[in-house]
């Protein structure tokens, strides 16, 4: 006498495709081509330039590169709500006097190396707080969020710092075959983190922390320590959009990347990264920034209000987090 079990079919390939990665991907991408229609449709020959698709991508360039450190650091279950402030104390320490004279005598890449070591130590900081303190990420970020942003006003003395380099504002301001240098630096920080999360055994490593810690923990990986370098190295992207931001507006000031921590999240959340860590891609991170940046443009071709603008950011943002939910209890 035989028995039979009943075993669940298996999900067709069409299904497999469009509940992974792969699928994620294609819904940003019809959701930026549904952006496109409708910008098109209601700014016409304004919206439907090149020299606007390039408007676009410069305005999603400095939020963009921090973007990508946050989907790293999300991706292994934390959050940074301090790298608005990081900004803006980079921006400040690279622009004070001392560092300007020091840029004159020697070259205006001192001035970008000031502001890198500033987003990074600040990142490491957090690193070490997070990772060897045992302090939660919110708590520890937020307080490097309100400490960061006082201390580069008290650096800035509530003033702008204008910059004096004319070598340095010349090479950020540069176009290279047409396109501006601060898209080029976000191609390439998104190249990179890329390659970072999916071609290198650091990746990896963050992926698995991001599922689960601990089991991470007893599979050999140094936990604290990957942790400390995944702040650092967000705090380093900070530090490279406080560059970019410098050469945009030719003076560092504490107002710098103001709710640029929020933005970022946003970007990451809709580009399809678990909250909850454990899963996330780089390339939806970038179809969410600019998903986010052609939105702001579509608005602004209309002349609508910028109220009416984070009321529809707002919607996104929720609309993805149920959809994490779902995808997240469909997964378990």
């Known amino acids: 006498?035989?028995?039979?079990?009943?075993?669940?079919?298996?999900?067709?390939?069409?299904?497999?495709?469009?509940?992974?990665?792969?699928?994620?991907?294609?819904?940003?991408?019809?959701?930026?081509?549904?952006?496109?229609?409708?910008?098109?449709a209601t700014a016409g020959d304004t919206f439907a330039t090149f020299s606007n698709a390039l408007v676009i991508l410069r305005q999603a360039s400095i939020g963009g590169v921090i973007a990508i450190g946050m989907?790293?650091?999300?991706?292994?279950?934390?959050?940074?709500?301090?790298?608005?402030?990081?900004?803006?104390?980079?921006?400040?320490?690279?622009?004070?006097?001392?560092?300007?004279?020091l840029a004159d005598q020697v070259h205006w890449i001192v001035m970008v190396l000031i502001a890198l070591a500033t987003g990074l130590l600040a990142g490491l900081v957090n690193g070490v707080v997070i990772a060897y303190g045992k302090v939660?990420?919110?708590?520890?970020?937020?307080?490097?969020m309100v400490g960061a942003r006082g201390l580069a006003e008290l650096v800035a003395q509530n003033r702008t710092l204008v910059i004096s380099d004319r070598g340095?504002?010349?090479?950020?301001?540069?176009?290279?075959?047409?396109v501006d240098i601060l898209i080029w630096i976000?191609?390439?920080?998104?190249?990179?983190?890329?390659?970072?999360?999916?071609?290198?055994?650091?990746g990896r490593r963050t992926v698995a922390i991001g599922g689960n810690a601990e089991a991470a923990r007893l599979a050999g990986i140094a936990v604290r320590r990957h942790t400390m370098w995944l702040y650092g190295i967000l705090g380093l992207c900070s530090g490279i959009a406080a560059v970019m931001m410098l050469g945009r507006t030719q003076a560092g000031t504490s107002t710098h990347g103001l709710l640029y921590e929020l933005d970022a999240?946003?970007?990451?959340?809709?580009?399809?990264?678990?909250?909850?860590?454990?899963?996330?891609?780089?390339?939806?991170?970038?179809?969410?920034?600019?998903?986010?940046?052609?939105?702001?443009?579509v608005f602004v071709q209309n002349n609508l209000a910028?109220?009416?603008q984070a009321v529809a950011k707002g919607v996104i943002i929720v609309v993805a987090v149920l959809l994490q939910q779902r995808l997240a209890g469909r997964e378990r």
């Open 306 to 308: 910028s109220s009416v």
């Open 71 to 101: 989907t790293l650091v999300i991706i292994s279950g934390g959050i940074d709500l301090s790298v608005g402030s990081v900004l803006g104390l980079a921006s400040v320490v690279a622009t004070i006097a001392a560092v300007q004279d």
């Open 168 to 178: 340095f504002l010349g090479a950020m301001n540069v176009d290279l075959l047409g």
């Open 136 to 144: 939660a990420a919110f708590m520890t970020t937020l307080a490097m």
């Open 1 to 40: 006498m035989t028995t039979t079990t009943d075993t669940p079919a298996a999900p067709s390939a069409v299904r497999r495709v469009f509940s992974g990665s792969v699928g994620r991907n294609l819904g940003l991408v019809l959701a930026l081509v549904i952006l496109i229609v409708v910008g098109v």
């Open 186 to 202: 976000f191609a390439v920080v998104a190249v990179a983190g890329w390659f970072l999360l999916n071609r290198t055994t650091f």
């Open 265 to 297: 999240i946003a970007a990451v959340v809709v580009g399809g990264t678990l909250l909850a860590g454990g899963k996330g891609t780089v390339t939806g991170t970038v179809f969410g920034v600019l998903i986010f940046a052609t939105l702001s443009n």
